[in-house]
């Protein structure tokens, strides 16, 4: 049944590779929380069922996510499960406290991917609003000048230094 379970939760495609190999190590200490607690299929909250879960659910979600946060939370489950194989003997009580402490990192983590995704979503507006300011200045110095003949250097000049000087005014 063990095996069956593991095989289920490995064989999702969307985990990606080193999610799977983290949570195949927990084979073994899963297999001796089934022996000591017979609860452990029948209650959804068992502590060890938990943690498998939150594990499964970040690699889920990191997947797609920074390079840095990515490789931050699987260096923090690599950490986990190195914790349960070389503490874990019959206390099922410490996959509690590594739910615990993988739910506060993983808060942490979020907190990290907000303030990356509000900090691209600004520089995006202020790029995108950069752009339409240029294109209005542009505009406004191509309307005045529109049938008018004018020497080179003051065309030059208006296209270059001055529509600059009319983009910072607009932006303010």
């Known amino acids: 049944v063990i ?3 593991f095989d289920l939760i490995l064989q999702d495609k969307h985990l990606p590779d080193a999610v799977r190999s983290i949570i195949a190590q927990l084979q073994i200490p899963i297999l001796k929380v089934v022996m000591i607690d017979k609860k452990f299929f029948a209650k ?3 502590p060890a069922r ?6 499964s659910r970040a690699g889920l979600g990191v997947s797609e996510k920074s390079l840095q946060i990515r490789n931050a939370v699987f260096e923090k489950m690599e950490e986990l499960v ?3 194989l070389m503490e874990f003997d019959d206390d099922v009580e410490i996959f509690v406290e590594l739910v615990e402490e993988f739910d506060i990192f993983m808060e942490q983590q979020q ?8 900090r691209s979503r600004k520089e995006s507006k202020s790029a995108e609003q950069l752009e ?9 110095i191509a309307l ?3 049938g008018k003949s004018i020497p080179e250097f003051v065309r030059l000049f208006l296209d270059d230094a001055w529509r600059d000087v009319l983009v ?5």
């Open 132 to 140: 339409l300011t240029k294109r209005q200045a542009a505009y406004e």
């Open 50 to 55: 938990l943690f498998l879960n939150s594990l």
């Open 44 to 46: 959804k909250e068992h």
């Open 82 to 84: 190195n914790r349960v």
């Open 168 to 172: 910072l005014a607009l932006l303010r």
């Open 144 to 146: 005045r000048l529109q």
């Open 111 to 118: 907190r990290q991917i907000n303030l990356l995704e509000d």
């Open 3 to 5: 095996a069956m379970f």
